[in-house]
């Protein structure tokens, strides 16, 4: 048997399939349109806030069930709390109470478009606090990622406290 060499034959063979006819109407390849990244402007300390909530969880002996975060884009600072459910009334004063009285009117809040963050109660609350509201695509966890780290690190640090077997 023979052997051949061809310097070329990749760059050759896709001129050749490339020239085919049918090979270009039956083997079209999807060409993904891929927007350039945008930079997402932080402001000052408590000007956005990321919104989320967790769950359904193992129900505490509180009866709750669902964790609501915030996470502020300047600081990183992140504020937690536990509630029965996951509702627009118990996000809206979880902002109220937690983080606009503790802290101070946010200029923007970013949530991920789930219906207890972008109810009625919500919209009427960002009003109020003359705030601009983004959901950028509902259920997209990934844009998200502030918050849902947070999350990640918070699970990570609670299974490490709490034993499966543990009743209570």
Not at 13 to 36: E, N
Not at 108 to 133: C, W, Y
Request: glycine share 6%; aromatic share 8%; hydrophobic share 45%.
């Amino acid at each position: 048997m023979s052997t051949y060499w061809w310097s070329d034959i990749r760059t050759q063979v896709k001129l050749w399939v490339r020239s085919c006819r049918a090979c270009g109407t039956r083997k079209t390849q999807s060409k993904a349109v891929i927007p350039p990244l945008q930079s997402q402007g932080v402001g000052d300390v408590g000007d956005k806030w990321a919104i989320d909530v967790a769950g359904p969880l193992p129900v505490t002996p509180d009866g709750n069930r669902y964790v609501i975060a915030a996470v502020d884009y300047a600081s990183r600072y992140a504020i937690a709390v536990a509630t029965p459910a996951h509702t627009a009334e118990h996000v809206a004063r979880f902002i109220a109470e937690r983080v606009v009285l503790v802290h101070r009117p946010m200029r923007e809040v970013v949530t991920d478009g789930a219906p207890g963050l972008n109810g009625e109660v919500i919209t009427t609350l960002v009003k109020i606090l003359q705030a601009r509201q983004i959901t950028p695509v509902p259920y997209r966890a990934m844009l998200l990622g502030l918050v849902e780290r947070f999350y990640k690190v918070w699970k990570d640090m609670v299974a490490m406290y709490v034993d499966e077997t543990q009743d209570g």
